[in-house]
């Protein structure tokens, strides 16, 4: 049994779900204690327990400890299963680390799965459908990952209530991933989702990026959707050759538009500065399917501190080891052989 203290590291719930990931894969029982020791709120909340009960479905796990609050659980994984799920959150907990948990394991599987979420589509601190479907799947797809994805509804916080689906295919074959370079930019766009919010929000926010960043008017877009509740992201979207990458910083109360979308232009300046393909938040999510797969190496920012937890997850169940190198300021690699 691999045993793991959800306190090290940034002590979150990602350190839940990549263990939960490794367990059905390598079909490891899995012990982990402390969970989200370092948040407000420790423990299981609705979106992590959800992700326990959909790897318990996926895997016929034999669990203990699920239930909403705990801080400690043991997972004992079984042969995995493909086939038709549906996982609904309850809140607007993020429904795309659910499928983030699932998917590496239901890849893996001997045949076809198709997934059916409710919740929230568009949250804090989790990425967004968009990101899933524009830079997340285009990533794994150069690693042979295949999967597709579309939204009925979406779901901000606080209401949740979004729906869509993924189709998951078994890999064929893997590939190295290897992405030193994101090629020329081939379009580039500003990209404000909004749904039951005053007009001149996104309009605002939309204002600064051609005012700050010098955007033309034709790379400048309001998508309107359909929402049980209100809700507003900016998501800046730079297309290159090899890769996507989206930069997204959500609306909230009491912050106001020019302060939402002065942060995404900020986030995206970093990028762009650096001449890295990955993007933060992209580099903790590749780690995973590449430490299942072949392996690969790519350029990114300064690994955050999510990211170096991850690594050590994922080292504590395969026998891999990640290299970090520093190429210059805010400019690293990182490979696993």
């Known amino acids: 049994m691999v045993v793991i203290d959800g306190s090290q590291g940034e002590g979150g719930g990602q350190i839940l779900r990549t263990a939960l990931s490794l367990s059905m894969v390598t079909g490891k029982a899995l012990r982990i204690e402390n969970i989200r020791a370092k948040r407000p709120k420790p423990g299981l909340m609705r979106q992590h327990l959800t992700c326990v009960q959909a790897a318990q479905a996926i895997s016929s796990a034999d669990v203990s400890g699920v239930e909403l609050g705990s801080t400690a659980i043991t997972f004992v994984p079984k042969a995995i299963k493909a086939g038709n799920y549906h996982f609904a959150v309850g809140t607007a907990g993020s429904t795309t680390l659910v499928f983030q948990t699932v998917l590496p394991a239901l890849m893996l599987a001997d045949a076809e799965s198709t997934l059916s979420f409710e919740g929230g589509t568009h949250n804090l601190s989790a990425p967004t459908f968009d990101f899933i479907t524009l830079a997340y799947l285009p990533a794994l797809k150069r690693m042979g990952i295949e999967v597709g ?13 979004g729906r869509w689906q993924a189709v998951i295919k078994p890999v064929s074959g893997f590939q190295r991933l290897d992405l030193l370079s994101a090629g020329p930019l081939l379009k580039r766009e500003a990209v404000v989702t909004t749904a039951n919010i005053p007009g001149h929000v996104a309009q605002r926010e939309l204002g600064q990026v051609a005012k700050l960043c010098r955007w033309p008017d ?3 877009h309001i998508q309107n959707v359909e929402c049980l ?8 979207r730079l297309h ?11 609306g909230r109360l009491g912050v106001t538009a020019e302060k939402v979308a002065r942060s ?14 990955v993007g933060e938040h992209l580099a903790d999510q590749l780690l995973l399917p590449m430490a299942i797969g072949k392996g690969g190496e790519f350029r990114t920012l300064k690994p955050s501190r999510h990211t170096l937890t991850n690594m050590a997850v994922i080292e504590r169940f395969m026998d891999r080891c990640f290299a970090t190198k520093e190429l210059s300021k805010d400019r690293w690699e990182i490979e696993l052989t």
């Open 218 to 220: 034709e790379d400048l």
């Open 149 to 161: 994805a579309q939204i009925e509804r979406h779901g901000f916080y606080p209401q949740g209530g």
């Open 240 to 250: 290159h050759q090899h890769c996507s990458e989206l930069i997204e910083y959500m």
């Open 229 to 236: 509740g209100g809700g507003n992201v900016v998501s800046m």
């Open 264 to 277: 995404a232009i900020d986030a995206t300046r970093r990028y762009q500065v650096a001449k890295v393909p």
